[in-house]
């Protein structure tokens, strides 16, 4: 009896990986239907097989100074030039893509994972709780991300880990609001009754039947939030808040190249242009799982 | 309305006051000794403990916290900066002027631009001009205020030395800065513009305005655009919020005296009264823009107006 009941319970879970995995196959579908969107997905491809490959791929170390070959201007031997201490920028292009990678990434998972105890508590338990964190995210809110991450990085000052903590508690609100409103609209359905009834508790049915159920807004705020988490943490090392010289950061590259404008503007330039390509692969990547995970949305 | 008017600013004090404790418990944790900042790190024991004792620095982070907030409330004194020994105030007073004129500018950029070409995207909707309009809004999305504030400064002033770099004191020298800062908005403006008007030109009482022989220019700018526009005040509203953030580095990179470049000075020079009254200026700044936004609605839909009438 017991053997059955077990042969029984490991079918299912194969026939749910099993629909978990045709599901996944229609959204690549519908996903390779944009262009645009697979454009960018090649692109954070290529970005992420960069950062682990940089070793190999960078032709000079990032940080070792050669001072006969400074602001070298775009050549055969620096592709994209040398900064004021000719240090070659492609080189520091490459390794940055791991410290944008990993501050997107890492931001995005501290501010998801806060985002959605606070949203999911917020919108299933509602009431006195709901009111609480929803004033808490309102006055978090009341001040722009930036800013936010500015305050906090004050507050801890810079460095690596720093950066990537101040980034993503500044950007909680933006997930709590959505899950809140998610779960919101998929906790009275009859599945949730149905897991109540079952004698569920409540953390469960909040991890396995109601944040599986608002995946698709979740992902796609993810998704853009990787760039703004790039984007402000290039900012916050732009204006000297957030990674020192000489890490690769694409921002501090900007912020380093920045009194050089006028006479070597490669300095600036190809950094922007990193962040500018990963942002737009990401936005459109961004807008393309949005059309793919919701096409009534589309319609 | 004045009700619903009078609710709203009286909803703003518990949000100052949240942003206010927040950000000096933040503070509180900033490493680096202010007294030591001020006197210097060789400075005498007795020196630095009389200093903190004036200061109130070792009370309790509750009583100080306490008497900010009374200060605050009542004196509307935000206490005086560790480095000039000025009142806070009174700097980030003389600060604001060109932090609000350029985010002022940079709207009004934002709004010129981008509602007309989105009007026009969505009316000549997969046109030419809608393709290459799109994929520009998509391009100003994408660049970071930092960089398109550099590549203003390189082809207008370095390249063709028409345009100062630096300063905010004449009008030619505030185009650049507002450009950068307004750029981001002009795509986010034109995109929701655009989407806005798509979805009201295709309802019933479009096509009963064409049916009833109203010229088209009316049909779009009275009763497309009327309807199209809750969203994009909406979105006007978070952009101010996000030109606020974006005004730091604009002031950064184009050497403005405002209150984003003194609030990044500030935390450099660990000087904790006024970057929490620099935060404070921007926290209230864009309170009062969301309810200008918010009391706008209801001259936009009736409904809304209604609602608290």
Redesign the interface.
């Known amino acids: 009896m017991e053997k059955q009941k077990a042969i029984k319970t490991s079918s299912s879970s194969v026939e749910r990986k099993r629909l978990g995995f045709r599901k996944l196959k229609e959204i690549f579908h519908r996903l390779k239907k944009s262009t645009l969107a697979m454009i960018g997905l090649a692109i954070i491809v290529l970005l992420v097989l960069t950062a682990i490959f940089a070793d190999y791929i960078a032709p000079y170390d990032y940080s070792t100074n050669d001072l006969k070959n400074q602001y070298a201007m775009p050549s055969k031997e620096h592709i994209l030039g040398t900064d004021e201490f000719g240090r070659d920028i492609f080189s520091r292009i490459v390794y940055g893509s791991r410290i944008s990678l990993q501050v997107g990434f890492i931001s995005v998972g501290i501010a998801l994972t806060l985002g959605v105890i606070i949203g999911a508590s917020s919108g299933f338990y509602g009431g006195k709780v709901d009111m609480i964190l929803m004033r808490f995210i309102d006055i978090l809110q009341s001040l722009p991300d930036i800013l936010m991450a500015i305050a906090i990085m004050a507050a801890l000052g810079p460095g690596l880990s720093n950066l990537m903590i101040a980034v993503g508690l500044a950007s909680i609100p933006g997930y709590a609001k959505i899950i809140r409103s998610s779960v919101l609209s998929i906790k009275d359905n009859e599945f949730v009754e149905a897991a109540r009834a079952n004698g569920s508790s409540d953390f469960r049915i909040i991890v396995k039947h109601i944040i599986p159920n608002c995946l698709a807004p979740i992902i796609v705020q993810a998704t853009l939030g990787v760039a703004y988490a790039i984007i402000n943490a290039a900012g916050l090392s732009f204006i000297g808040l957030g990674l020192e010289p000489p890490t690769p950061e694409w921002g501090a590259m900007l912020s380093s190249g920045r009194g050089y404008i006028r006479d070597y503007p490669h300095m600036t330039m190809f950094p922007g242009l990193a962040i500018v390509i990963v942002i737009f692969a990401l936005n459109v990547l961004g807008d393309g799982l949005r059309d793919a995970l919701d096409p009534k949305l589309k319609q | 309305m004045s009700k619903y008017i009078l609710k709203r600013i009286l909803l703003l004090i ?3 006051i ?2 206010s404790f ?2 000096f418990a ?6 680096g000794d202010p007294v030591r900042n001020i006197l210097g790190t060789n400075a005498d024991p007795k020196e630095v403990e009389a200093l903190r004792e004036e200061m109130g620095l070792n009370d309790p982070f509750l009583v100080r916290y306490g008497r900010f907030l009374k200060n605050m409330i009542i004196n509307r004194d935000l206490g005086d900066s560790y480095l000039t020994r000025t009142p806070v105030v009174d700097e980030i007073f003389m600060r604001a002027k060109p932090t609000v004129i350029l985010a002022a500018l940079s709207i009004s950029v934002a709004i010129i631009l981008g509602i007309p070409i989105g009007i026009i995207s969505a009316v000549k909707q997969y046109s030419i001009f809608d393709n290459v309009t799109m994929v520009i809004a ?2 100003g ?7 398109l504030g ?2 203003l ?2 082809l207008f002033s ?1 390249k063709l030395g028409l345009l100062p770099s630096s300063g905010f004191n004449s009008f030619s020298q505030m185009i650049l800065p507002s450009l950068a800062l307004g750029a981001q908005s002009v795509s986010v403006i034109t995109r929701m513009t655009r989407s806005s008007m798509l979805e009201v030109i295709r309802s019933d009482h479009i096509r009963t305005a064409r049916a009833k022989g109203q010229k088209e220019n009316v049909v779009i700018l009275s009763h497309a655009l009327g309807n199209a526009l809750i969203p994009i005040l909406t979105t006007i509203g978070t952009q101010f ?2 030109l ?3 005004a ?2 604009t002031e ?2 184009f050497s403005i005296p405002g209150v984003g470049r003194l ?2 000075d500030s ?2 020079m660990r000087d904790v009264p006024m ?1 929490l009254g620099c ?1 404070l200026f ?2 209230v700044s ?2 009062i823009v969301n309810l200008v936004v918010d009391i706008l609605y209801s001259f936009v839909d009736p409904r809304i107006k209604s609602k608290f009438s």
């Open positions: 518990p949000v100052i949240g942003v927040i950000v933040l503070l509180e944790l900033s490493p998509l391009l999305i994408c660049m970071p205020v930092f960089w550099l590549l400064i390189l370095v919020g996000q606020l953030g974006g730091v580095m950064v990179i609030m990044v935390i450099k970057v935060i921007v926290a864009f309170a």
